[in-house]
């Protein structure tokens, strides 16, 4: 055993106590848990829900780097039977192994620090030009992140999806809840470009495609956001579900549209739209939350690139400005260009591993942050 190696991550687990304000959370643990002893703890609901949220995300932190400690305990066992002439080489290895991918995992959590990480995400898929080919990139990047979703327990469901002419989808807006959700799924906010042999084309030629890929934070009442309602068009359709499931004969689904100033003085034109509910009015309501938390996130995007903090990878998502390549023909390869982060294997990231991409890309912005 490298004893250099193991001296390195132990220090690692005991610096991460610091940063993760060990004892404070402890504290806040006990304050909360007091909140929920209340008589009238849940005369509001919601209010209620959110310190829920907020003491298992506490309670969460500290159970994992105690799992850390306890790893830490094992090994130092285990380094003693070995010392004793033990043999237990292979359930050390194993010990550090867990060790290592627990440590790197929750010191990526502890990036998470910014103030809408904690949030759950809503992701909106909209193609680009190319009819056919792109709605079909847009829908293999559907299930992408549906697989991802799954592989990491988060929930995802749909808000709005409506199916291409031929394959594929036209556009999709889903919720991804769980916590930190917001915090990694904004790494895929932006432009992902395709690169492959048409399936579609009986001449079998190469075509790109592209799709944009929005991410933002599901607000709630603690952010206000200045939308004059009066301002919003409400259009009305019919429901479907995707796959043509749930077809509803009545108009139950709700597009919200608004067109207005942001805080930089341009003018943005912002699209909701929802037909997961089975009432209009609960569309409407979910429809407008949905609208705002997109104009929370551009004005993120506008107070971002007035710091000048990473100006090319957070700035307005545009056609051209794509994040990331997924090259199919006339070789195998993903790359994030803004990390330079790259992989060959291809059919793993679109089974939905792309946990390297998003760890590589918070790196980045959790070093430049430092740096400033």
């Avoid at 992989?343 to 740096?371: C, H, P, R, W």
Wanted: with cysteine; net charge negative; charged share 35%.
């Amino acid at each position: 055993m490298n004893s250099d190696h193991l001296n390195e991550l132990f220090e690692r687990v005991d610096a991460l106590r610091g940063y993760l304000d060990y004892e404070q959370r402890k504290v806040r643990i006990i304050e909360l848990q007091e909140q929920t002893q209340d008589p009238n703890f849940w005369d509001d609901p919601d209010e209620a829900r959110r310190i829920m949220k907020k003491l298992d995300h506490e309670k969460n932190m500290v159970a994992e780097w105690d799992k850390l400690n306890d790893l830490r305990d094992s090994i130092q066992v285990y380094q003693e039977f070995m010392e004793e002439g033990e043999d237990v080489e292979a359930e050390l290895r194993g010990e550090i192994r867990q060790l290592e991918a627990k440590l790197e995992a929750l010191e990526l959590k502890n990036m998470l620090r910014g103030e809408d990480d904690h949030r759950d995400a809503i992701m909106t898929f909209n193609p680009g030009a190319g009819g056919t080919e792109s709605q079909d990139w847009a829908e293999m990047l559907y299930r992408m992140y549906t697989q991802w979703a799954k592989k990491n327990n988060f929930e995802l469901s749909n808000i709005e999806y409506q199916q291409g002419d031929v394959a594929g989808l036209k556009s999709a807006t889903v919720e991804v809840s769980g916590e930190f959700a917001y915090g990694f799924l904004k790494a895929e906010s932006g432009v992902h470009r395709l690169v492959r042999i048409s399936p579609f084309d009986s001449n079998s030629r190469r075509h790109t495609s592209f799709c944009s890929v929005f991410v933002s934070p599901v607000i709630d009442d603690s952010i206000e956001i200045a939308v004059n309602e009066s301002d919003v068009e409400l259009q009305r359709f019919h429901s479907s579900g995707a796959g043509g499931q749930n077809v509803n004969n009545v108009e139950t689904g709700v597009r919200l549209i608004w067109e207005g100033e942001l805080s930089d003085g341009s003018t943005e034109r912002v699209v909701a739209e929802c037909q997961q509910e089975r009432s209009q009015l609960q569309n409407r309501e979910k429809a407008m939350v949905l609208l705002k938390s997109k104009v929370y996130e551009l004005e993120k995007q506008i107070k971002e690139r007035e710091k000048q903090k990473l100006e090319d990878s957070k700035s307005k998502i545009e056609w051209g400005s794509q994040i990331r390549s997924y090259v199919f023909h006339p070789y195998n390869m993903v790359k994030d260009h803004r990390t330079d982060y790259e992989t060959s294997d291809v059919d793993g990231v679109m089974d939905g591993e792309i946990e390297e991409f998003i760890n590589q890309y918070l790196l980045s912005i959790s070093a430049t942050d430092k740096t400033e």
